[in-house]
């Protein structure tokens, strides 16, 4: 008799995981093109991404190609390439405000073809 009383907790403790895992899986791994050079453009890039429901980021040199893993639910790709072009940084989504590229380092000019040479 007890153990007719232990299947239902079972079932009931079993569904209440798998909706926890279905909930912990809502993350989105996908890619994100972002114009930059260097090493310090890396780090800015990667830092400005790191907004909340962003989990992941990796900004690759020479692909200009950043991995993100964030949460729709949370955030949008649009949200975190805005963050990226207030940092001064073109992604394929849209351009950075020129007030925040000046900003920049001018090593860091990736608009300008003599530091994208040097870089190269």
Not at 13 to 21: C, K, P, V, Y
Not at 81 to 100: C, K, M, R, W
Request: hydrophobic share 40%.
């Amino acid at each position: 008799m007890k153990t007719l009383y232990k299947i239902p907790l079972f079932l009931i403790g079993l569904l209440a995981f798998s909706t926890f895992h279905a909930q912990a899986q809502t993350e989105t791994d996908t890619t994100l093109i972002v114009n930059g050079v260097c090493h310090m453009c890396k780090m800015t890039i990667e830092n400005a991404a790191e907004i909340k429901g962003v989990s992941q980021v990796e900004w690759d040199v020479d692909s200009k190609v950043l991995a993100l893993v964030y949460n729709p639910e949370i955030t949008s790709l649009e949200a975190i390439s805005q963050a990226i072009n207030n940092s001064g940084y073109d992604t394929e989504i849209d351009t950075a405000p020129e007030e925040a590229y000046q900003s920049l380092h001018k090593c860091c000019h990736y608009r300008d073809p003599e530091v994208v040479k040097e870089h190269q």
